[in-house]
């Protein structure tokens, strides 16, 4: 059973920055090679942040390319978002997710390619 922990939520106003932290409980290419971040907003679908694999490779969504940046250190079973520039709409439940298999480009930001979660951590941003 591999467990995952994010830590790193807050409320901050619009501007400010967060970093998010997701450690595995262990780890083997089969959890770590590909990574992710999800986030879930009041009454809407959770959606694809950011995914990273071990070339590295990243991926962002649109709406936070230029405000976010993903990373992970293998040796310590861990991924990282950084997140500036903190908008309202960025507001929501952020979700760490392992195993994505290949991290092949068309899919790495889709919630069924992660068979691992993490419990998810608070992100508000205010105006």
């Known amino acids: 059973q591999v467990h995952l922990v994010e830590s790193g939520g807050g409320s901050v106003q619009a501007g400010g920055s967060l970093r998010l932290s997701c450690t595995a409980s262990?780890?083997?290419?089969?959890?770590?090679?590909?990574m992710a971040w999800f986030r879930q907003a009041p009454g809407k679908g959770r959606e694809g942040v950011a995914s990273?694999?071990?070339?590295?490779?990243?991926k962002l969504a649109d709406s936070v390319q230029d405000r976010f940046t993903i990373s992970k250190d293998n040796a310590k079973n861990t991924l990282y978002l950084q997140m500036t520039s903190l908008k309202p709409e960025d507001t929501g439940v952020y979700y760490c997710?392992?195993?994505?298999?290949?991290?092949?480009?068309?899919?790495?930001?889709?919630?069924?390619?992660?068979?691992?979660w993490g419990q998810g951590t608070q992100v508000t941003v205010s105006s």
């Open positions: 997710a392992a195993g994505g298999g290949d991290c092949y480009s068309w899919n790495r930001l889709k919630v069924e390619e992660y068979p691992y």
């Open positions: 262990h780890g083997g290419r089969d959890i770590t090679y590909c």
């Open positions: 990273i694999d071990d070339h590295p490779s990243q």
